[in-house]
């Protein structure tokens, strides 16, 4: 059950998932500090941040300067979320090279989230994501409260299915499926990704999304993992939220999700002692205390070193 080998990826997103919700607004050299840090430790894709509308993310209306300011490292990739076309002449204007692009599958969430059905928001994005690929960028499709909405409860299996095999005709690189609610449980995960393996095109991959607002986000990653999942959504500290989902906590921590796939012999490049720091620094920002785990005990015995 659990004879798990090779690498797992973890896709950082404290910049963006993590800062969208926060009323302080962190400066351009704040975020490029908590880059730096992230890169330093090991994570190999990190999303800067978004590229929507001011009025509805302000604490992100500076991801087009940020992404102008970054000096590349080799080996990560600097990823950026964009939801129409705008967004996408955005990122076009600054170079980004790799694209969240999603839609809900909750209709109450998509009208909150872009005003838009889900079968409107399904039409206007396929343009952008066709238009994204002919130019070369990455994308990455996501499907957001694709298990479980924070207003409809459950959501239905063969409508994530539709979109992901849409998703998949269109040539993404990989399909993202959000809990955007932290409602999920890791029999759900596990028969929904399989589901999903059956109905993509083999090479496009999957990816999950996990936010930790029960408890069970951990659990959840090992269900993806032993449905074949290998591309995981974490954030520095466990930070985030969904601005328009009402009681949504933070995402799964990076430093958790790395331990986690440590511990049952899953390679991320993640030093996660190494965020420790960071996340200290981030709380002493935001006033408060992070919901991470491991960046609060003492590491194990086995895993001590002298730096820590």
Not at 82 to 92: F, S, T
């Amino acid at each position: 059950m659990y004879e798990l080998a090779g690498q797992v990826l973890i896709e950082d997103e404290f910049l963006r998932d993590g800062l969208q919700n926060e009323p302080r607004r962190f400066s351009i050299e704040e975020k490029l500090h908590f880059l730096s840090a992230l890169e330093a430790a090991g994570l190999r894709r990190i999303q800067v941040g978004s590229l929507v509308h001011p009025k509805w993310v302000p604490q992100l209306a500076d991801t087009d300067e940020l992404f102008t300011r970054i000096t590349p490292r080799p080996g990560v990739t600097y990823s950026a979320l964009v939801l129409n076309r705008a967004g996408l002449d955005r990122a076009l204007a600054v170079g980004v090279r790799h694209l969240s692009i999603s839609v809900s599958a909750s209709e109450t969430h998509s009208q909150k989230n872009l005003n838009r059905s889900v079968d409107e928001a399904r039409s206007a994005i396929v343009p952008t994501i066709e238009r994204a690929l002919a130019e070369g960028v990455a994308v990455r499709a996501g499907i957001q409260s694709a298990l479980g909405c924070g207003f409809e409860g459950r959501i239905d299996l063969a409508r994530v299915t539709e979109i992901a095999r849409d998703f998949s005709a269109l040539g993404v690189d990989e399909i993202n499926i959000a809990d955007t609610a932290g409602l999920a449980d890791p029999r759900q995960v596990h028969t929904l990704c399989t589901r999903l393996r059956d109905e993509i095109a083999p090479e496009t991959r999957l990816s999950l999304h996990l936010h930790d607002t029960r408890g069970m986000g951990i659990a959840n990653l090992v269900a993806g993992l032993q449905a074949g999942v290998r591309i995981f959504d974490a954030a520095l500290g466990g930070l985030g939220g969904c601005p328009f989902v009402p009681g949504a906590t933070g995402n799964i921590a990076t430093e958790d999700a790395a331990f986690a796939c440590e511990q049952m012999g899953l390679e991320t490049g993640i030093d996660w002692q190494a965020l420790r720091s960071p996340v200290a620094e981030a709380e002493g920002l935001l006033g408060r205390r992070l919901p991470a785990r491991t960046s609060h005990v003492p590491p194990p015995p086995w895993a001590q070193r002298e730096d820590t």
